[in-house]
């Protein structure tokens, strides 16, 4: 076999799990990966419905060597990619990365979870208002490729957590919004949040960038910040980023606000977690190819002077009597 060896798999499935509710699982002719029911704790039934499809599987095995032909470092892993579609009454503001707790291969391999596997991280739901459909996010796994030979992975198993929203959607108006520039204000009816806005000089001396501060973690809560004129038209404003430093959010807005422009924070006041049980089942491994290696044509050398074939047809030369020694090309199918 080579020294380094790459296998992809691009599989896509169509599997969905309604928490709380029966599921009869769907498989697709052959081996196709399927879920098992789950029940969301803290979610009534029909509250939520969560669409996992594994979209990319990965074993890369690799071995580097020094310049004396000694093994330096050898990679051997196994990469996984699926892809989570929220569709539930309350809005989805964020998720914490899944929890990994079992691997286990269709030869009764137990693939070892690495520490760093184990660890949730929160990730807001970036979702673009003009954007239709459910939203969406991607759960990551990388683990030891199996070292017994195996079709599939019988089953993966493991707990995300979702941060949805409570109560309805709220927006925070000021107006006009060169009294608060330079100022800290807070939000009564959320624990007495403190914000800020702070204008950066542009060219000419007027403003040029807006930036908002607040606590980071209200920046789940926070669907859409926006400018608007005296009379409510749409300004336009150029994300800049954000950074956080010591538990708070700095979002920036490149933009020269008119007079008697506003700025709208429309967003939620609460929200709260449900932990989302994942189980899939049967998700195909890829194939290792032999190790020898496969021709497709056997071909032989000509004579430097043969002439290049050319299609027969009424101005074509005589045919040119074969080469003896030459090798016939073959096909294998």
Known sequence: MNAAARFRLMWVIAMTATLGLPLEAHSAPGNAPEAEPAKADGASESEIALRVVPTHLTINRSISFDENGEPTNQTDQLNARLRCTYDGEP??????????????????????IPANARRGHTQPIRRDRRQTGPPSFDLHLNLPAPQRPARHLEELRGTVTLRVAEGDERVIRLAPLSDYLGKRFRVVDMGDATMSLRGVPGAGGRTGQIELTHPSDLQPLIQEVAFTTAMGGELSA??????????????????EPPDGAALVIKLYRGAREIDVPVV????????????????????????????FPIAPGPDAPAAVPADPDALPVILVE
């Open 238 to 255: 150029q994300r800049r980023g954000a950074s956080t430093r010591n538990n708070a959010t700095t979002q920036r807005f490149a933009i």
């Open 91 to 112: 809005p989805l503001l964020a998720y914490r990365d899944l929890t990994w707790e079992s691997a286990v291969t269709s030869a009764g391999e137990t693939l070892d």
């Open 280 to 307: 899939v089942r049967d998700v195909p491994l890829p194939d290792v190819e032999p190790a020898a290696p496969r021709f497709d044509l056997a071909i032989a050398t000509q004579p430097l002077d043969a002439p």
